[in-house]
């Protein structure tokens, strides 16, 4: 039997089709004659046809199935389309019998033989497609074993897909409506969710694949979280944004998204707020090619901008973000003039040139450094980036007339310890002293906290450090932060900024604060491994704890004190804080400008400090090559003093230390 398998399956297509139709050619005849043998009670009777009859209903048989592709279908993924042609062709071929039993026969064939005859080609044709397809099947037994939670068209679709090739077998369903349970989907059982331990421990289950892409981030949270601790790794289909868009299919399984771990459910968006700004207006991003910046463009793509202006120092970003967008383009029929624009946002008269020649009317300013330890190691272009790009834009939007500018910034602008987040705040209130100082253009700015899969997020780092196998790197135990999802962050930046008066500082609401620690034991969790510990020395993945890095804190905050008001939007709040008058704002950018230019770190940061009073610095500057200088400049010292020495003929003691 096995050896027979084997063969059946190594076969090449045209045999198995040739073998089919020589099935075929057999079982119809022999049909005919039995439904002959029943009618008269006799084996002899169906013998004594015209064989016009066999040959015709042979040919008609078979000319329908071709018709109807069966014989092009897939044994063992055969599927509805093949049942209805199996009944077609055999309701065909008992209708060709009929015709020529009174053209050709010495007598019509009998109504009845007609009625028994299809009934059994029927059910030999079919059967013949059905043993075939179970012959088959077991050569799946031996592929990894995964359970489908959703047995749902989502869940049957991606069971279906999962063919010998792709190295799985169903080992069951889990759905939590109550009238599935119990069910079979192609011969397997759907069960209830508290069967799901047993299931994985009985049949050696390695995977859960979720297939509910229906479902509310929340209720996908907690389905997630029932299944963490079990011992197997956790995956989905695409989210039904993602299928209806035609981004995905059912059949691309994905590890779970990290924003299904949030378990918090993304409020709609108010169509009047999301399009304010959009709709009918010349739109520029700067950072267009950054994560929160992409993100921005794809958004605003969807809200018929009569332009969109995208500008970008990376080169690379850039055409990734323009490829993309055309394509986008192109599969929905949208239809505007898309600009792609190289540039630094500080080179205002770039910047200028561009918002005249465009006509820009709003402007997103997500253009920033945004990765603490390394801003940390490089003050000087982060200032540059942070702040003086800030600055330079909003003049030039100023200048030419822009109706709205809006700043993405970060709730680490609150209470800085450390370089990036105090040139945030900087950026912050040159906006508010410009708006004091009287404009048109509608300044304001948006803050939250870390988005899921960002450049530089945890969340990437930890999928990768889980693939290699661990170990899994976080700075304290206790570190905490607020997490978002990209699309989510920017749907209420678009939206905050349609409710700017002017020098507002809106902050979105976060939610609740996850600890990051816990973040990474339930992502090991979910890849279906072990975190190792002292309480679990045999695990599969450690957990490594490296200490804080220069300036991080170990928790972060969206306000400056607790002067807030809500807004028309449930998670948009309006921040009133403290700024500076702009002819302070511009003594203190100026001063900064000048300890840029003679690269005199430490006096720049003594202007971060002066200009925003909660920044208190972590420690001493690690600006790479600030400290280098300096320890040149001290070695160059010491060697000028030894020289010294020996030119007066004076010998005094050298400290140990040098």
Excluded at 285 to 298: D, M, N, W, Y
Aim: charge should be positive; charged fraction near 20%.
């Amino acid at each position: 039997m096995e050896r027979m398998k084997i063969t059946l399956a190594a076969m090449p297509r045209a045999q198995k089709r040739a073998l089919m139709v020589a099935a075929d050619a057999v079982l119809i005849p022999t049909a005919l004659w039995l439904a002959f043998a029943l009618k008269y009670d006799s084996l002899r009777h169906g013998l004594d046809q015209n064989p016009l009859l066999y040959v015709g209903a042979v040919v008609a048989s078979i000319a329908i199935f071709a018709a109807l592709q069966l014989y092009r279908a897939v044994v063992r993924y055969i599927g509805p389309q093949a049942v209805i042609a199996v009944f077609a062709g055999s309701i065909g071929s008992a209708v060709v019998v009929y015709l020529l039993g009174r053209a050709v026969a010495w007598q019509p064939v009998p109504v009845s033989v007609v009625v028994v005859y299809a009934l059994i080609a029927l059910t030999w044709i079919g059967g013949s497609r059905f043993i075939a397809r179970w012959l088959l099947l077991p050569f799946r037994s031996g592929g990894e074993a995964v359970v489908i939670y959703g047995a749902g068209d989502s869940g049957v679709r991606l069971a279906r897909s999962l063919g010998p090739s792709s190295g799985f077998v169903v080992a069951g369903f889990i759905d939590d409506k109550t009238m599935l349970q119990g069910g079979l989907i192609d011969g397997v059982q759907v069960s209830a969710p508290d069967k799901l331990p047993g299931l994985i421990r009985s049949r050696g289950v390695s995977r859960v694949l979720l297939a509910i892409p229906t479902a509310s981030r929340r209720r996908r949270g907690e389905i997630i979280r029932r299944v963490e601790g079990l011992g197997v790794r956790v995956q989905t289909v695409p989210d039904l944004n993602d299928l209806v868009s035609g981004q995905a299919r059912v059949e691309d399984i994905r590890d779970v998204d990290a924003s299904d771990l949030l378990g918090r459910d993304a409020v709609p968006p108010n169509e009047r707020l999301f399009e304010a700004c959009i709709r009918g207006k010349v739109v520029m991003v700067t950072g267009a090619g950054g994560s929160i910046g992409s993100e921005l463009c794809r958004q605003i793509l969807r809200l018929s901008p009569r332009r969109l202006v995208l500008f970008e120092m990376s080169e690379l970003a850039l055409y990734q973000i323009d490829r993309e967008l055309r394509t986008l383009m192109e599969r929905d029929h949208i239809d505007l003039d898309l600009s792609c624009l190289l540039g630094n946002a500080h080179h205002k008269y770039r910047v200028r040139e561009i918002l005249q020649a465009y006509g820009v009317e709003t402007v997103y300013h997500a253009a920033a450094y945004k990765h603490v330890p390394i801003v940390e190691q490089n003050v000087i272009e982060g200032i540059h980036n942070n702040v003086i790009s800030t600055w330079y834009t909003a003049e030039a939007a100023l200048e030419c007339g822009v109706e709205t500018f809006v700043l993405v910034s970060t709730d680490k602008a609150v209470n800085p310890t450390n370089v990036m987040g105090a040139t945030k705040r900087m950026a912050e209130m040159v906006l508010q002293g410009m708006h004091q100082r009287g404009t048109r253009t509608r300044f304001c700015m948006v803050r939250f906290g870390n988005v899921l899969e960002s450049s530089g997020s945890v969340v990437p780092l930890f999928r990768e450090q889980i693939r290699r196998g661990g170990p899994v790197t976080v700075t304290h135990q206790d570190v905490i932060r607020y997490f978002m999802t990209i699309p989510e962050a920017s749907q209420l930046v678009l939206q905050a900024g349609a409710m700017a008066q002017g020098g507002d500082v809106f902050v979105l609401d976060m939610g609740k604060p996850i600890r990051i620690a816990d973040l990474a034991r339930r992502m090991v969790s979910l890849s279906g491994l072990t975190v190792r510990d002292e309480n679990n020395p045999d695990g599969d993945i450690e957990i490594r704890f490296t200490g804080l890095r220069p300036a991080e804190k170990l928790f972060e905050e969206l306000l400056i004190g607790n002067n807030v008001t809500g807004t028309e939007h449930p998670m948009i709040m309006r921040a009133m804080e403290h700024s500076l008058p702009w002819e302070r704002m511009q003594e203190l950018l100026h001063e900064l400008l000048v300890s840029m230019g003679q690269f005199d770190v430490r006096a720049a940061r003594e202007v971060l400090v002066r200009c925003v009073r909660e920044y208190r610095p972590g420690g001493d500057l690690v600006d790479n090559v600030w400290c280098r200088r300096e320890s040149e400049r001290r070695l160059q010292s010491k060697v000028t003093s030894l020289q010294a020495r020996r030119v007066t003929g004076r010998r005094e003691p050298v400290n140990s230390s040098d």
